[in-house]
């Protein structure tokens, strides 16, 4: 029960980086990307019906992990909580970066709020990375089972390690990097003409550096924490996943090379995927590793709820998540195509590209 | 300088009071809306369709600053109190869980169709859209309540060894009869929320003598929802309510009733403020024996004071917990008789042009968010200084590593934040009044 609720949690977070990833990577890319405003209501219009339902993921996801698992929920939270405040307090700022550009207008507005947004989204998808990074390096769990990380310590990644040190900085570089090329495939999927031209010269250039930057992080990861390596030794067939991300890497230039926009984002998707199936499944069945000392690790075992309780969920888990992944095909559906710059404003049009709740 | 529990407590106080500003008014408003698309759909005449299509604006604008400062509520559970977490986490996880699930989905798709999608989805599909608006704000609510129940009077539980509570059954967490009477009367408090708004600003058209069509429409569904809204508040639900809490939580009873010591023939306190030294109520102007006949329907009934309840199991701020309870019930109280008056005018016929009520109706709209804010502290306040009631202390529930200085900072951080939310929000709303439902 512990496993199969491991998996799902993993699956709900694997859903809602591939969702809300690329409308973070619009944030990132969106102030260089546009030249102009018509240019730049295209690319908020291509995220506008959906960004804030891709953000339930993470509250569903969120709450999800708060009922099976109790133990990580609290301790994860509590010991990362002065990135995770921050974290809110910048999906504050990002939601209403967008919500009110529609609101209160003009050119000097439209540039603060589009600021926001983009430093709001480029900040994001660099914590979330860190936050990954945490959780791959271990944190400083003591034998009372707590821990507090303060921002940083002394930037090495042993002992008393704080959020940020070399090694996590890294794998944030590398979360900015794969969420902009996220995002440079969605706008190339929604726009057509100039717009598209330049997202997928943008999704060239991001590809490299995400190329590198993926290869880089893997062997610093192996070499600095070789018991990553037993879950693969244990269980060969976990090398589906490590192949899954590199088949969806190489899907990405493939495609795009060949102009099948949709494609090259399907496997940016299954990059993503794979990428954080292939950490979660070299974790377990450890959910949050310590620094300190290896034996006083969160494992699925010591924090997950009571199989009763979790029985219990799985009877309204699968019922909600089927209706939740109804609601999302419906939105995504009704939105479906291409956006033109010249194609008119309309009213209903225009409060639809920033529709929140 | 409080310590860091102290700080943690602020920090939740704050953070949820400022939030529920936007739920209680999200709630009340997607009622109206539907009854406001219902007439539209059963006359087919469109100024129905304009009044709907303005609160659909003012909703959706509150609708976001509910979901912006409802994210950290989730979280702070695991932030700031991790000791809780972790222990109740198995029971209450599965309602916080089932509120993003179950409600969230539905509301943030139903949302953007209803907003904007008038037009592609016809009459009937967009009144449609409006009932899930509805559902889906209103199933949120339940949810919440639930968790809050539970924790009011703990149900269908076990403790496993390792001291943590484990979910023993499903229905029993989620029929919990005090959540179930906690529920009502929380959501006719959102709905006279609604109404009181709706109304006020039906009045201030009709007395500036503009959108005069639809300042009658606000004022006419306002009083006329707000009047049953204000009467079930307080019976049966505010009723029913109380008696829970007298059932379960005689401690809570006696402090937010001043009641220091054991009587029969209990007073009911209208006034006077509790003297905790001194264990007496200052200048009381009470109603003989009418506590006890509100408690167990018996005049001479004896109810039971703080005397017979060990100190340390005394709520910690008697005095804040007795005036929030006696602002909730006097303005639930003034409430009813302003609804009452207005609704009489309106039935002869003279309410439009009553000046000195629609003056009435327009200064009343601040007080349901104050009587509703009352009324959430009078629960919280009242269940310390249990944090689960009787099973677990507010104390052994903070996150044990988490420094004040760091709490203070983010609470800061969160004032900060939310001056400017409250800020653009009163902005965006006025521009909506201005700009008034006509041309919608």
Redesign the interface.
Known sequence: MGTLWFCLVALMLAGYVVLDGFDLGVGVLHLWLARNEPERRVMLRSIGPVWDGNEVWLIAAGGTLYFAFPALYAEGFSGFYLPLMMVLWLLVIRGISVEFRSHIGGPIWSRLWDTGFAVASILLAIFYGVALGNVVRGVPLNGSGHFFEPLWTDFQPVGHTGILDWYTVIVGVVALAALALHGANWLAVKTEGELCNRALKWASALWWGVLACTAALTIISFQMLPQLFLSFRDRPWGIVFPVLALTGLFGIKWFNRLKLEGMAFASSCAYLIGMLTSVTFSLYPNVLPSSLNPFQALTIANSKASDHGLKIGLAWWLVGIVLACGYTIHTYRSFAGKLSVGEADGDEREHLATASP | MPDALSVDRLHFAFTVTFHYIFPQLTMGLALLIFVLKTIALRTGEERWNRAARFWARIF??S??L????G??M??Q??????????????????T???????S??????F???F???E?RLGPRGHWFSSLMMFVGSWLSGYLIVATDAWMQHPVGY?I?PNG?F???S?WHLLLNPWGLWQYAHTMTGAVQTGCFTMAAIGAYYLLSGVHEEYGNIFVRVGVTVGVLAAILQLFPTGDFQGRMVSRYQQSTLAAMEGLFHTERDAPLAILGQPDVPNQRLDNPLVVPAALSFLTYRAWSAQVTGLDQIPRDDWPDHIELLYFSYHIMVGLGTIFIAVLLLAAWLLYRGKLYRSRWMLWILMASLPFPFIANTAGWMTAEIGRQPWLIFGLMRTSAGN????SAG?VW??LL?FLG?YAV?GI?FLF?VY?EIEHGPSAA
């Not at chain 2, 969230?104 to 798709?109: C, G, T, V």
């Open positions: 959706g604008i609708f976001a509910g979901v912006v400062t994210i950290p989730e979280f559970f695991g932030t700031n109190w991790s000791q809780f977490s972790k222990a109740a986490g198995g029971v209450i996880g599965q916080l869980a089932m509120e993003g699930v179950f969230f989905f539905l509301e943030s798709s949302l953007g169709l907003l904007f999608g037009k076990a496993a943590s484990q979910l023993q499903f996150s044990p590593l988490i760091s900072f983010t951080g934040l939310l653009l965006l521009r």
